[in-house]
């Protein structure tokens, strides 16, 4: 079960989790965005991300050699600007490319826990870092550490899709980084990320028209015990009331075709001549749809028919009109 943002970042000092946090009220409707992510598709992604989530602490604690954790917190849907808007400056953003997915994907860390990360693999303590750009030497220290949790979430991913991340290049402002339109749909996964003593919230942020698709084809989804037996109780339900749901049924002659003014002149007596043949059985039809064939009979005092197999379509078996 996921945390929500606000319930972590009260627990945290001022400017380490204060970001998208909100509170207990309504929440508006943007009539600009009315799809969502159903709850299975939420479902399935939480089981991606936990898993990424606990591959990626695992991976720092061992190559920063400092105690590490990553656990996922929330996921979420909104517009890029939203995202943006919510972003510490300055951070630290990876543009990621997810081959053989359209779109650009950002892993987003802050600048704090970077600086930290760099510092334990350089031999240092940790402890409070400076905010300044990175040096020549520390770049390729962030990017192949980056490579790596990317490799993890190949890993978080891999019983959904067959990806393989690309590292395009390291930001520091979301500001100027276009890697969407402004309205475009995001689907947003907010992990609490703990480094040692230093601890932040990282996101990662996937563009809905990528992982859509992903999700409608998946069938990954996983129920509780619970919830399969409602879902079987359902289905039973269901089954049992379309069974005695009543249908019109209708058993029918060949078509025949007439002019308008000879069916304005019909009188009762007239005799209508049908082109129906006589070996030939009628027609059972539901909502205009043929589903069986029968031959006309009576059961007692009431009308019946006598369900038969279906004719045989050669016309040099058919007899003449009756």
Same mark, same amino acid.
């Given at each position: 079960?996921?945390?929500?943002?606000?319930?972590?970042?009260?627990?945290?000092?001022?400017?380490?989790?204060?970001?998208?946090?909100?509170?207990?009220?309504?929440?508006?409707?943007?009539?600009?965005?009315?799809?969502?992510?159903?709850?299975?598709?939420?479902?399935?992604?939480?089981?991606?991300?936990?898993?990424?989530?606990?591959?990626?602490?695992?991976?720092?604690?061992?190559?920063?050699?400092?105690?590490?954790?990553?656990? *996922?917190?929330?996921?979420?849907?909104?517009?890029?600007?939203?995202?943006?808007?919510?972003?510490?400056?300055?951070?630290?953003?990876?543009?990621?490319? *997810?081959?053989?997915?359209?779109?650009?994907?950002?892993?987003?860390?802050?600048?704090?826990?970077?600086?930290?990360?760099?510092?334990?693999?350089?031999?240092?303590?940790?402890?409070?870092?400076?905010?300044?750009?990175?040096?020549?030497?520390?770049?390729?220290?962030?990017?192949?550490?980056?490579?790596?949790?990317?490799?993890?979430?190949?890993?978080?991913?891999?019983?959904?899709?067959?990806?393989?991340?690309?590292?395009?290049?390291?930001?520091?402002?979301?500001?100027?980084?276009?890697?969407?339109?402004?309205?475009?749909?995001?689907?947003?996964?907010?992990?609490?990320?703990?480094?040692?003593?230093?601890?932040?919230?990282?996101?990662?942020?996937?563009?809905?028209?990528?992982?859509?698709?992903?999700?409608?084809?998946?069938?990954?989804?996983?129920?509780?015990?619970?919830?399969?037996?409602?879902?079987?109780?359902?289905?039973?339900?269901?089954?049992?009331?379309?069974?005695?749901?009543?249908?019109? &049924?209708?058993?029918?002659?060949?078509?025949?075709?007439?002019?308008?003014?000879?069916? &304005?002149?019909?009188?009762?007596?007239?005799?209508?001549?049908?082109?129906?043949?006589?070996?030939?059985?009628?027609?059972?039809?539901?909502?205009?749809?043929?589903?069986?064939?029968?031959?006309?009979?009576?059961?007692?005092?009431?009308?019946?028919?006598?369900?038969?197999?279906?004719?045989?379509?050669?016309?040099?078996?058919?007899?003449?009109?009756?």
């Amino acid at each position: 079960m996921t945390k929500s943002p606000s319930a972590v970042s009260a627990a945290r000092s001022p400017g380490k989790m204060s970001r998208r946090g909100h509170g207990g009220g309504p929440t508006a409707y943007d009539f600009r965005r009315p799809i969502k992510l159903s709850r299975e598709h939420v479902r399935t992604l939480q089981i991606a991300f936990e898993t990424y989530a606990r591959s990626c602490g695992t991976l720092l604690t061992t190559r920063l050699r400092a105690i590490s954790n990553c656990s *996922l917190i929330s996921i979420e849907q909104l517009n890029y600007d939203e995202y943006v808007a919510a972003l510490a400056n300055p951070t630290i953003i990876a543009v990621v490319t *997810l081959d053989p997915l359209p779109g650009t994907v950002l892993l987003e860390i802050a600048q704090s826990a970077v600086m930290t990360a760099i510092d334990h693999m350089l031999g240092g303590p940790g402890g409070t870092q400076p905010e300044r750009p990175l040096t020549e030497v520390e770049m390729p220290l962030l990017r192949g550490l980056v490579e790596r949790m990317l490799g993890e979430l190949r890993y978080g991913f891999e019983t959904l899709v067959d990806i393989t991340p690309h590292l395009k290049e390291i930001e520091y402002n979301a500001q100027f980084l276009r890697a969407h339109a402004p309205g475009d749909a995001v689907v947003i996964a907010s992990f609490e990320m703990k480094i040692g003593a230093e601890e932040c919230v990282s996101t990662i942020c996937l563009p809905f028209n990528t992982i859509l698709p992903v999700l409608s084809r998946t069938e990954t989804i996983v129920l509780s015990a619970a919830e399969r037996q409602a879902k079987d109780r359902s289905l039973r339900n269901l089954t049992a009331g379309l069974s005695a749901a009543p249908i019109d &049924v209708a058993v029918r002659f060949q078509p025949i075709r007439m002019r308008t003014d000879d069916i &304005v002149d019909l009188r009762p007596g007239d005799v209508v001549p049908l082109g129906h043949a006589t070996s030939r059985p009628l027609e059972v039809t539901v909502n205009e749809i043929v589903f069986a064939h029968a031959v006309p009979g009576n059961q007692g005092a009431r009308l019946a028919c006598l369900v038969v197999p279906p004719p045989n379509e050669s016309p040099s078996k058919e007899s003449g009109p009756q």
